[in-house]
């Protein structure tokens, strides 16, 4: 299965491309952020990707189109410019988001791991965490 981290990664893709903008949102839209499940993105995005897919969909279609296609068409080319810009946001933000994660998570498992740097334990054999990241 496909993370969310990966289908904003391959929207963002979609945008760079050489194609009109709309016809690269609707591309982005279909093949990569119609997937995403909003509960897999970090809290910080959710309310900002909500606005990005109503957007992408609030419009009633005509015959022979999808709602999707219909909202895209209707919008203005600064209006897709700003969704497009909201995408490439959304991405940044969930990219800076799991790197502080990950940081974080390298921080834990270096504490208990078996290279313990020199002078960070303390009496009862606990770490100074301070003492720690101050030295990174």
């Known amino acids: 299965m496909i993370s969310a981290w990966e289908s904003l990664h391959f929207a963002t893709l979609e945008l760079v491309r050489s194609t009109p903008i709309k016809q690269r949102l609707i591309c982005a839209y279909r093949r990569h952020l119609v997937t995403i499940p909003e509960d897999q993105l970090p809290s910080e995005v959710r309310d900002s990707f909500s606005r990005l897919m109503d957007s992408m969909q609030g419009v009633q279609p ?28 959304i991405f940044g933000i969930t990219c800076k988001l799991l790197l502080s994660a990950a940081r974080a998570s ?20 606990e770490f100074d965490v301070p003492a720690l990241i101050a030295t990174h």
Do not use: F, W
């Open 62 to 89: 005509l015959r022979g189109e999808d709602a999707v296609t219909a909202s895209v068409r209707k919008m203005s080319n600064q209006e897709a410019d700003d969704c497009a810009a909201l995408i490439v946001d």
């Open 106 to 125: 390298a921080a834990v498992v270096q504490l208990h791991g078996a290279d313990r740097e020199p002078g960070l334990e303390r009496d009862s054999g």
